[in-house]
């Protein structure tokens, strides 16, 4: 498939992929989906599971359920009233779907939600857009500011998986996978969004990567554990926070660059600041185009005598 194809087809899908987001609460037919991607059902069918890996109905059922499931932890609403809005026909189904992709049944859940695996899709045209990106020798423009605070960090938990030998996120996702966020997205206590991290030398053990991926809860927490996940003890830090400008989401990995660029200059001295890598992890925000890429670099203050 050459170039043009690729990326109409990938348009396609995100097409469907749009409309299936913004009716999920309806009945949606195949020819319906398939009116919208402008092929063929059997075609449409083909080339969606081709791109995000399930067909337009398993997408559907897994995208309904995680919904479901974000407000059964945070609403507490009926599971009954859940299972209507996503289009069950009744209780007994929804629980049925809702245990199969969970292996919790949506009653037990809503009492005490576990982290699960929420399904988390990617837009088919940006994954491929991305990628053209990322083939692409040419450098964009620099990020022209880069916007910088400190924050003070309590003592807190963080659950996190380790990798094997990775030092950054693609090899991370070779190691373990891309869902491990689908995780994390999910924890009731996170206190704040979850995060990728490069740890320190002494939170680093033995055949395991320097970065990992985690959220970080309360030091009263004692939920389940997902299995491959543990639970570790950050102490308090002081973070220096660096926030490009907003960008266009396929250049995502420009704009990290651009940052990371900036930070190799930057010298927190100016700030009353000296790095401090040995005293927590280094940590990155999931890169989203509207708020500018965002990174944390422990720092401590410089003694003035």
Partial sequence: ?????????????????????????????????????????????????????????????????SKAALILRDDKTKVIDV????????????????????GISPGRYRKNPPPIKLFMPQMAYFTYQAFQKMKESATMEKTKSIFVQVIERPQRKCLIKRGIKAGEYFDYCKEVGCDIWNILCSVKEALYEPIGMWLPQHLIEENTSKYVQGVEVPMDYDNKIPEGFEVIVLP?????????????????????????????KFSPEIYGYKWAED??????????????????????????A
């Fill in 83 to 102: 299972a209507l809005d996503f289009v069950f026909d009744s209780q007994e189904g929804f629980t049925r779907a809702f245990s199969t992709l969970f």
């Fill in 236 to 264: 308090p830090c002081t973070m220096m926070i660096f926030q490009g400008e907003p960008y266009n989401d396929e250049d995502f990995m420009a704009e990290i660059d651009a940052v990371w660029d900036h930070i190799a």
């Fill in 279 to 304: 005293k927590a992890p280094r940590f990155q925000l999931a890169p989203q185009g509207y708020r500018g890429y965002i990174e944390a670099r422990p720092v401590e203050r410089i003694n003035v």
């Fill in 1 to 65: 498939m050459n170039e043009v194809n690729e990326a109409e087809t990938a348009l396609a899908v995100q097409r469907v992929q749009e409309y299936i987001e913004s009716n999920i609460g309806k009945s949606m037919t195949l020819k319906q989906l398939a009116d919208v991607a402008q092929y063929s059902p059997w075609h449409t069918t083909r080339i969606f599971k081709q791109k995000t890996g399930k067909t337009p109905f398993e997408y559907i059922r897994a995208l309904r359920l």
